[in-house]
Structures are given as structure tokens and as C-alpha cells.
Nanobody
Framework: QVQLVESGGGLVQAGGSLRLSCAAS????????MGWYRQAPGKQRELVAT???????NYAGSVKGRFTISRDNAKNTVYLQMNSLKPEDTAVYYC??????????????WGQGTLVTVSS
């Protein structure tokens, strides 16, 4: 079984920065992609940024130029550096990963979520 553990959320003033981390553990053969999604109160979960094993990244338009996703493949860890935070970035941030476990079984897992609150 594969698990994700997130950390790094908290309260920050507008214009500030936070760094989220997400570490995957378990019977992992290969992680194809890891990413971050967020869900604000009363809204649907939306993509923030993803990173594939090939090094390709994808960002939501609302965070381009402010957020940076990076990975440490040796540690099966993904990071989200968030700069110039805005009140509208307030949400629960979820880590996601998918790939192959041992015996080539597919997996897709979600983290428990970490709350980011940006005050104005």
C-alpha cells in the first residue's frame, strides 16, 4: 500500500511564502507523477501543479509565476513553493501521486490535506 504524508501548511499574510512537502512511502516501484490540488470552502477541488517523472510540469493559470513544484525522486517527495500568496489561495491543499507498485499494480493515492490560510 502507498501512503502520502503532507506537511508545511499554516497561516501566512498576503504576500508571504509557504513551502509544502509530500512524501510517498510503501511498496512503490515507480511514481509516474506527483502533484498538488486544492479545495477552497464551497468550491470544487482544482489542480494547482503537477510534475511527471519525465520532468514535465503543469500549473494552473492562477498560480503561474508564483508557485513552483519540484521533486526529489530519490526520496519520493514533492514540494510546492508558494510565493506572493493571496487570500484567494486559501484552501486545503492535497497531494496526489500515481504510478506502479510492486508486481506492476497501478496505484493512485491522495494525502490527508494540509490547510493553507492567507490573511489580507
Amino acid at each position: 500500500q502507498v501512503q502520502l504524508v503532507e506537511s508545511g501548511g499554516g497561516l501566512v499574510q498576503a504576500g508571504g511564502s509557504l513551502r509544502l512537502s509530500c512524501a510517498a512511502s510503501g511498496s512503490i516501484f515507480k511514481i509516474n507523477a506527483m502533484g498538488w490540488y486544492r479545495q477552497a470552502p464551497g468550491k470544487q477541488r482544482e489542480l494547482v501543479a503537477t510534475s511527471t517523472s519525465a520532468g514535465n510540469t503543469n500549473y494552473a493559470g492562477s498560480v503561474k509565476g508564483r508557485f513552483t513544484i519540484s521533486r526529489d525522486n530519490a526520496k519520493n517527495t514533492v514540494y510546492l513553493q508558494m510565493n506572493s500568496l493571496k487570500p484567494e489561495d486559501t484552501a486545503v491543499y492535497y497531494c496526489n501521486a500515481y504510478g506502479l507498485q510492486e508486481w506492476y499494480r497501478n496505484f493512485e493515492v491522495w494525502g490527508q490535506g494540509t490547510l493553507v490560510t492567507v490573511s489580507s
